[in-house]
């Protein structure tokens, strides 16, 4: 069956935008008797390709003496796992319920009409889980098939879409609503090493959502899913790793990927998808700026090409697995408000393993 489509996109951020100059600022702030590592920041932050981020906490946006994540913050003041887990908690479900309502209201479909619910995050966890409060919110039915993908990372955005594919394609008559929220900006480290100022530099808070069901000939302007492969990156497990210690969840992220992304993922593109360099539309991950950059090169991509993920990454940051559908839906607007004709496009996202997901799809004018 080829004629599954996205059949609405909605998305949604806190309420609190963290700019990056001011970050960088109250950073250098907290820095200021270590001049060298204050210029170093400076530099990271400005480099990284973010403008600005949204976070749930509005403690970030606070002056260095009174922000709570500040590694130069009193011990006893930093937010532990626990506290950081209940602020997960209260913001993740109503920004997720956001983002599929939109979603719902884009597809012109009802709640009771999803057959499926697929819910993806990677920043939080709690039981009854984002998926069990989602059915009650929403007010989905009470046979829905349920399926929560925990700790994935950024990739689990479009590995819940080759899912939710699947789903259609062995049950025609499946109506899939597929949910990612992150709360990125929770894990935010109090410490000065250099690792955890990079990964504080780009991260931002956001969910997303959308309705996957076999096309309606009605709709128009639409996104076609087709193939989609996932491929582990040999030798590479050590590469992004995620750890949960007494302040949030720590990630560390190896400078060399982009490299790694450039070199390895051509040749696993070309073994399943031997034409892919001939994709018009692009909808690449936005993990970071490098990686956009090192995949521009790879594949000698046009700046039209990449600027969705560059837009999306400059004015959001990397919200992990809910990133991928804000790309797709600044495709589609683009797409729709220049009246574009048929396309092919590519979609990628990285994952701890490291791993990354590949899907084909196509816009139907």
């Known amino acids: 069956m080829d004629h599954i489509a996205i059949r609405g996109i909605g998305t949604a951020v806190p309420p609190y935008r963290l700019e990056q100059e001011d970050a960088s600022r109250r950073l250098k702030e907290a820095l200021q008797d270590r001049p060298t590592d204050a210029r170093w920041v400076q530099r990271i932050f400005s480099h990284c390709g973010v403008d600005s981020r949204y976070t749930c906490e509005p403690n970030l946006l606070e002056p260095a003496s009174v922000c709570r994540y500040i590694p130069a913050s009193p011990e006893t003041r930093i937010p532990a796992t626990e506290e950081r887990m209940t602020l997960y908690r209260e913001a993740s479900v109503p920004l997720a319920e956001q983002a599929a309502r939109r979603a719902l209201a884009d597809s012109g479909m009802r709640p009771g009409d999803m057959t499926h619910l697929i819910v993806a995050s990677c920043t939080g966890m709690f039981l009854p889980g984002l998926d069990a409060e989602l059915v009650g919110r929403l007010d989905l039915r009470a046979d829905v098939k349920r399926t929560p993908l925990t700790f994935l990372g950024c990739a689990a955005g479009l590995t819940a879409l080759r899912l939710a594919s699947d789903i259609v394609r062995g ?77 949030g969840f ?5 400078p060399e990927i982009p490299a790694l992304i450039e070199g390895e993922i051509p040749v696993a593109i070309q073994t399943f998808w031997p034409d892919a360099e001939l994709s018009e539309l692009w909808a690449i991950h936005p993990g970071g700026r490098g ?41 589609r607007e683009k797409l729709r408000r220049t009246n574009e004709g048929a396309k092919r496009g590519i979609a990628l996202a990285f994952g701890p393993g490291m791993t990354a997901e590949m899907l084909r799809f196509s816009y139907r004018p």
Do not use: K
Request: with cysteine; proline share 2%; glycine share 6%.
């Open 291 to 331: 990686i956009i950059d090192a995949l521009a090169s790879a594949f000698r991509l046009a700046d039209e090409q990449t600027e969705a993920s560059r837009s999306v990454l400059r004015e959001y940051g990397n919200m992990s697995s809910a990133t991928l559908l804000f790309v797709l839906d600044r495709l």
């Open 171 to 247: 049950e025609p008559t499946a109506r899939v609503l597929v949910v990612a929220a992150e709360l990125c900006t929770l894990h935010i480290q109090p410490s000065f090493e250099r690792e955890e100022l990079f990964t504080a530099s780009f991260f931002g808070d956001g969910a997303s959502a959308c309705v996957v069901a076999a096309d309606g000939a009605e709709q128009g302007g639409a996104l076609m899913l087709h193939e989609a492969r996932a491929a582990a990156i040999p030798n590479t497990a050590d590469r992004m790793q995620w750890t949960i210690g007494n302040y």
């Open 250 to 254: 720590r990630l560390r992220l190896s």
